[in-house]
């Protein structure tokens, strides 16, 4: 015991040390301004959140949590409820609950983002001042984390999960190393409330937390060699968790690391473990945005495999620079154990999490080869990186082409912030819920609004996006669709049989009114004449209405 206890007091050089104020004071004028630019400028949701809206829709007129209710495809006169096991519930309960103390929509998916980033921030700061890295190290990692694309991107288009794992991980690494040097109770309830909380925030956090505390523990038995009290207690304590989260989520459906079966593609190996090097500075991002598809990431369009190799092929550039700078630290290792213990962990962790998603991608989940689902390892390596960074010499080239790779960087994540927020129309931010909505026009959303209050649960809503739900009161019967992206095969096999009482609107972008799509998406309402329907414009926005049953009563 007194081994362990002394070990305790050595990791905790720093903790304790002063310094470490201007971090903070950088930490929080970063997260105000961002949230006070997302307050001028509303997000956006991402699809995720979107359906995440959803779910506290439902909630909130008085259905089942972690469910989304909508009219049921075989008779869009009842509605029929769905458990969703496919995220997690934190992206709409953290935003939901500010809204319940009156905030807009928007602005507490605002507020839910500058939380989430402060929290990522100081989380960093509290684990360099754990590993020892200098004050002025520390207020340029800060520096730069608050302005990568990663950071900036919720306060444009929120991402649920996406920021409010961001903002966990820096306090499970943290986490992770302590357990294993804590007493038995203290370290099974850690390590107990750590897999909760990281559920809570996303389902891959499921898979942070378990690799850090696997990781935290071999670091230890490394160099302890030996088991320690806090190693076993931690555990049975994530054991507990994921038990009780395997009764209450995990048996009830599928996630998207379910897969479909199994098939080995060297391209998915190679971006899980070539993808974390640069995932920490938004890198891959950053090509994807400036890609000529605009829709998505470019390596998906043309010829896959060529597109992503090119990608790979342009990740080599950092990768090297950051495997030198890492080398060159490791070999000082003898004079700084801090340095050793971190270098160690980050090896562990990327390495097992590579290998996580590689299985993960080769069994055929529904996990898209996006720079986000690798964003953990990616922001230990740069924390390592500037660990190691900070031992060489101060013009070294080294230390000389990160600091030049991190200002890029910083600088793509603030000239997308501010081009957002420079290109959006009043016009399409929506008065009712706060939040901008790029795919309905607001003079057509407060018609629908009217609609509601008129006919109430009656009347159907067939909206082109998800996000569009948003913008419309509880308990409004919507069908979501994404005829801006979906092949014609997929809208043509679609189908909804019977008719609403009250009227059905369907509502689809201006631009797509005289393509095939929109013929399409009609008729996916089979009992709805085809020559029925009424047309009217808005200024983006053309909708389609027919009566329902009620008008013949």
Partial sequence: MSEVAGLERIDAVGVH????????????????????????????????AAWGMREWQTYRSGGPIDNVTAPDPTNIARDRTNL?????PGQYLVPGALTLLGLRLGTALTVTSGLSLLGCLLGWIYLARYFGLRPRTTTLLVLFIATFRYSTLPF?????????????????????????????????ALAFVAVLLAFFTKLTGVMVVSIAL???????????????????????GAALAFGSLYIIWFSHGSTPASGTGFAFRVADVLFAFGVPWMAGT?????????????????????????????????????????????????????ENDNLTRLSTISACFYMM???????????????????????????????????????????????LGVGALCILMSLYGCGAFLYHAKSMKRAEIDGYSGTYQPFVDESALEFMRGA??????????????????????????????????????????????????????????????????????????????????????????????????????
């Avoid at 071999?218 to 207690?233: K, P, W």
């Fill in 214 to 236: 696997l990781t935290g523990g071999v670091e230890v038995l490394i160099r302890l060699r030996r088991i320690t009290i806090g190693m076993v207690a931690g555990a049975v």
């Fill in 452 to 553: 509601f209050v008129r006919d109430a649960r009656d009347t159907v809503f067939v909206l082109p996006s998800p996000e569009a739900a948003s913008a419309l009161p509880p308990g409004a019967r919507v069908i979501a669709n994404h005829i801006e992206f979906e092949p014609e095969e997929t809208i043509a096999a679609r189908r909804y049989q019977g008719k609403a009482r009250g009227r059905l609107y369907v509502v689809v972008p201006a631009h797509l009114v005289d393509k095939a799509k929109v013929s399409l998406l009609l008729k996916e309402f089979q009992d709805y004449p085809p020559d029925g329907w009424q047309r009217q414009s808005f200024d983006s926005s053309t909708m389609f209405t027919q009566e329902g049953t009620r008008a013949s009563d």
């Fill in 282 to 334: 938004s890198w891959t991002d950053m090509l994807t945005s400036l890609s000529l598809n605009s829709r998505g990431p470019f390596w998906l369009g043309g010829s896959a495999c060529g597109s992503l190799s090119l990608v790979l092929w342009l990740l080599v550039p950092g990768m090297v620079l950051f495997s030198t700078v890492l080398l060159k630290g490791w070999q000082q290792r003898s």
């Fill in 353 to 399: 999490y590579a290998f996580s998603m590689s299985a993960i991608f080769l069994r055929g989940g529904d996990v898209s080869l996006e720079e986000r689902h690798l964003r953990a390892p990616g922001m230990l390596i740069l924390f390592c990186v500037f660990a190691a960074a900070e031992r060489l010499p101060l013009k070294s080239a080294g230390r």
């Fill in 156 to 188: 444009g288009i929120y991402n649920g999960g996406e920021i409010l794992l961001q903002g966990l991980i820096p306090w499970l690494m943290l986490a992770a190393c302590r357990i294993p040097l804590m007493s038995a109770v203290r370290a099974g």
């Fill in 84 to 88: 969703i096991t496919w995220w997690s």
């Fill in 17 to 48: 040390a002063t310094g470490y104020r201007n971090a903070i004071i950088v930490a929080f004028v970063l997260c105000a301004l961002l949230t006070l630019g997302g307050l001028l400028a509303p997000p956006t949701l991402s699809h995720d």
